[in-house]
């Protein structure tokens, strides 16, 4: 189970002092109430960015293991929610996803590109839907982009900070902000963006 390691480090600073060593883990979220034994069960590594660990519990009584994701990283996909933000960036403001895939990333066929930026694009949207019904913080006229919610916020980066102001909804947010289930893929995938949530319209 994924948890939440508060912390506005950013991810060099992370690494660099082994933030993950000092991650402290209060009770056991199965077992508020103690007597299960929770404990540290050393850390697991990230594939990317290099060097970057996370902490990790293990409770016997409820057989689950526990990590703390600190806020700078992006949860089930590699690297940081800021790496995240700036593909998006790029996507948001490219007259069109094939145009921005021009610049993304050369190493892979087009398809592969698209498929590698509608696997942060759709679950991010998704996010920032849920986020304007879910953060009464927000404006009336937020849209579900990220110039929208950055000027909203009044901040360059949007991610790190949506995991903090998300924080009590995060197990049923999408990854890679959220630490919920990833969204089902749908076969008319273009329905996803259009449709606002809640309930259906008579
Ligand atoms: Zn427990």
Same mark, same amino acid.
């Given at each position: 189970? *994924?948890l939440?390691?508060?912390?506005?480090?950013?991810?060099? *600073? $992370?690494? *660099?002092?082994e933030?993950?060593?000092?991650? @402290? &883990?209060?009770?056991?979220?199965l077992?508020?109430?103690g007597?299960?034994?929770?404990a !540290?069960?050393?850390? $697991? +590594?990230?594939?990317?960015?290099?060097?970057?660990?996370?902490? !990790?519990? $293990?409770?016997?009584?409820?057989? %689950? %293991?526990? +990590?703390?994701?600190?806020d700078?990283?992006?949860?089930? &996909?590699?690297?940081?929610?800021?790496?995240? @933000? %700036?593909?998006?960036? *790029?996507?948001?403001?490219?007259?069109?996803? @094939?145009?921005?895939?021009?610049?993304?990333?050369?190493?892979? /066929?087009?398809?592969?590109? &698209? !498929?590698?930026?509608?696997? !942060? #694009?759709? =679950?991010?949207?998704?996010?920032?839907?849920?986020?304007? @019904? &879910?953060?009464? +913080?927000?404006?009336?006229n937020?849209?579900?982009?990220?110039?929208?919610?950055?000027s909203?916020?009044?901040i360059?980066?949007?991610? =790190?900070?949506?995991?903090? #102001?998300?924080?009590?909804?995060?197990?049923?947010?999408?990854?890679?902000?959220?630490?919920?289930?990833?969204?089902?893929?749908?076969? /008319?995938?273009?329905?996803?963006?259009?449709?606002?949530?809640? %309930?259906d319209?008579?």
């Amino acid at each position: 189970m *994924q948890l939440r390691f508060a912390t506005n480090l950013p991810i060099e *600073q $992370y690494i *660099q002092r082994e933030a993950w060593r000092g991650v @402290e &883990l209060d009770q056991c979220p199965l077992h508020p109430e103690g007597g299960c034994k929770i404990a !540290r069960h050393g850390t $697991y +590594s990230r594939k990317f960015p290099d060097g970057a660990k996370i902490a !990790r519990w $293990y409770c016997r009584k409820g057989c %689950t %293991t526990f +990590s703390k994701l600190p806020d700078c990283l992006s949860s089930r &996909l590699p690297g940081t929610l800021i790496e995240v @933000e %700036t593909v998006i960036n *790029q996507i948001e403001s490219a007259s069109s996803q @094939e145009a921005a895939a021009d610049n993304i990333r050369l190493d892979i /066929s087009l398809p592969s590109v &698209l !498929r590698w930026m509608r696997r !942060r #694009l759709f =679950p991010i949207r998704l996010t920032l839907i849920l986020l304007i @019904e &879910l953060l009464p +913080s927000l404006p009336d006229n937020c849209k579900p982009n990220f110039s929208s919610f950055r000027s909203a916020l009044g901040i360059e980066f949007v991610l =790190p900070h949506l995991r903090m #102001l998300a924080s009590p909804y995060l197990d049923i947010l999408p990854p890679p902000l959220g630490f919920g289930p990833r969204p089902k893929a749908h076969k /008319s995938k273009k329905n996803h963006f259009q449709h606002k949530t809640g %309930t259906d319209p008579p």
